[in-house]
């Protein structure tokens, strides 16, 4: 049984940092897309972020320069630095590690607010 499970979530001003951190366990193959997804209230899930297994990563255009994925292999855990955030940044942000057909996980959200 695989989970994922999220930290660094909180209150925030407009401007500041925040690092969103996603450790898996149980049994997972290391050959894997990792990634970011957030969620306003009243919108779609949208991706933020993806790393493959070899550090290639994609941003949304909304926050590319403002935010980094990274991964550590050995720690199966995917990280989000997020700087000079903005308020339509808050939503909840859900942690994901895929490859497709085999394997698709979801963590269980964190709660970014991005105060005025």
């Known amino acids: 049984q695989v989970q994922l499970v999220e930290s660094g979530g909180g209150l925030v001003q407009a401007g500041g940092s925040l690092r969103l951190s996603c450790a898996a366990s149980?049994?997972?193959?290391?050959?894997?897309?990792m990634g970011w997804y957030r969620q306003a209230p009243g919108k779609q899930r949208e991706l933020v972020a993806t790393?493959?297994?070899?550090?290639?990563?994609s941003y949304a255009d909304s926050v590319k320069g403002r935010f980094t994925i990274s991964r550590d292999n050995a720690k199966k855990t995917v990280y989000l630095q997020m700087n000079s955030l903005k308020p339509e940044d808050t939503a909840v942000y859900y942690c994901?590690?895929?490859?497709?057909?085999?394997?698709?996980?979801w963590g269980q959200g964190t709660q970014v607010t991005v105060s005025f």
């Open positions: 790393i493959t297994s070899l550090g290639r990563t």
């Open positions: 149980g049994s997972i193959s290391s050959i894997n897309t």
């Open positions: 994901n590690v895929k490859w497709l057909p085999t394997f698709d996980y």
